[in-house]
């Protein structure tokens, strides 16, 4: 039997809605970039569309997010300050949800708001955004899963 670890941890923003304003190209852009490189210590790579939806606005090579794959030690820190310095900054956070484990034995987390992060001064970001935080992990179920996210100090829901 293998041990269970942490393979990856995915960081993804969407910018799609913004990308119709103005200023997108020469404001917004460039400020979640910078942003999101300070609270992931990595450059973020563009995520592009593979094909257009008329409904959408969205033709095929736009861009539609950002995204950034931390492994080894930038994992290891970005972990540490997630749980221990930003999930105990966010408002009314009482653990998260065992259901956000998914069948392959992932746990994504949802972050409203960026400035959560110590890297990140409010009154210096021009806009706020929002992302997903994805840790995965070699675990074979959902049940496995949810046993080693307890073990590494992840803060899950306890029923009441």
Known sequence: MRS????????????GQQRLSSQ????????VTKELALITGQKPTQCLAKQSIAGF???????????VTLRGKRMQDFLYRMVN???PRVRDFRG??????????????????????????????KHD???????????SDPGEALEFFK???IPLMTKK
Do not use: M, Y
């Open 151 to 153: 073990e590494i100090g």
């Open 4 to 15: 269970k670890n942490l393979e990856k941890i995915v960081i993804a923003t969407g910018v």
């Open 24 to 31: 997108f190209d020469s404001s917004f852009l460039p400020e």
């Open 57 to 67: 606005k969205l033709r095929a090579g736009n861009l539609v997010g950002l995204k």
């Open 85 to 87: 310095v930003a999930l």
């Open 96 to 125: 998260i949800n065992p259901k956000q484990i998914d069948g392959e034995g992932n746990l994504t987390i949802g972050v409203r708001d960026h400035s959560v992060f110590p890297e990140i001064i409010p009154e210096d970001s």
């Open 129 to 139: 955004f929002g992302f997903q935080v994805t840790l995965v992990s070699n675990a």
